[in-house]
T-cell receptor
Framework: GENVEQHPSTLSVQEGDSAVIKCTYSDSASNYFPWYKQELGKRPQLIIDIRSNVGEKKDQRIAVTLNKTAKHFSLHITETQPEDSAVYFCAASDYGGATNKLIFGTGTLLAVQP | DTEVTQTPKHLVMGMTNKKSLKCEQHMGHRAMYWYKQKAKKPPELMFVYSYEKLSINESVPSRFSPECPNSSLLNLHLHALQPEDSALYLC????????????????FGPGTRLTVL
């Protein structure tokens, strides 16, 4: 079955710096890759997603890149702010395929120091 | 209404109790999910309902019993739980179960924090 690895497990940056979180997946059939942000005690919320037919997607300060050949995808946050502090989960899915469910990475605790 | 709601927010129960968790959405979504999340861990899928029928059961112990009374409601009935079942239980919904053409976003509820004594 699908396995998603996520690194680093913790990341501390200064306000205004960039943050990068990386994920690798094992199932070449995976075709959908969302990123969720979960603040302490709150629900996971989708912040950006990418499909397998796209290499990069941006939304203001957030971008995601996908390398299908290497089976890895990354989240890039620029000009970080204290409110970006949270746990970030990547996920992968082969929607329409054999398993058709989200498999989450292990999470990255991002701390943005003011 | 663009939210998934869950009740109760917190639940403390003994190992012999029977309780139920409730989830509701009014976005017209036809797929609903139960996840279990332990502290500092990612959500783990438990069940998926698609068009009110159980689509996926991730080999969950029978002490957890899901129910989908209609397209807007999802329940999780709990009986004879163990202390290790203490966790945050998250409900989610999406337009449908997803396909290679739709990739539907899953919207999560706030969760029920369950403690089993």
């Amino acid at each position: 079955g699908e396995n998603v690895e996520q690194h680093p497990s913790t990341l501390s940056v200064q306000e205004g710096d960039s943050a990068v979180i990386k994920c690798t997946y094992s199932d070449s059939a995976s075709n959908y890759f969302p990123w969720y942000k979960q603040e302490l005690g709150k629900r996971p919320q989708l912040i950006i997603d990418i499909r397998s037919n796209v290499g990069e997607k941006k939304d203001q300060r957030i971008a995601v890149t996908l390398n299908k050949t290497a089976k890895h995808f990354s989240l890039h946050i620029t000009e970080t702010q204290p409110e970006d502090s949270a746990v970030y989960f990547c996920a992968a899915s082969d929607y329409g395929g054999a398993t058709n469910k989200l498999i989450f990475g292990t999470g990255t605790l991002l701390a943005v120091q003011p | 209404d663009t939210e998934v709601t869950q009740t109760p927010k917190h639940l403390v129960m003994g190992m012999t109790n029977k309780k139920s968790l409730k989830c509701e959405q009014h976005m017209g979504h036809r797929a609903m999910y139960w996840y279990k999340q332990k502290a500092k861990k990612p959500p783990e899928l438990m069940f998926v309902y698609s068009y009110e029928k159980l689509s996926i059961n991730e080999s969950v112990p029978s002490r957890f019993s899901p129910e989908c009374p209609n397209s807007s409601l999802l329940n999780l009935h709990l009986h004879a739980l163990q202390p290790e079942d203490s966790a945050l239980y998250l409900c989610a919904s999406s337009q449908d179960e997803g396909s290679a053409r739709t990739f539907n976003e899953q919207f999560f509820g706030p969760g029920t924090r369950l403690t089993v004594l």
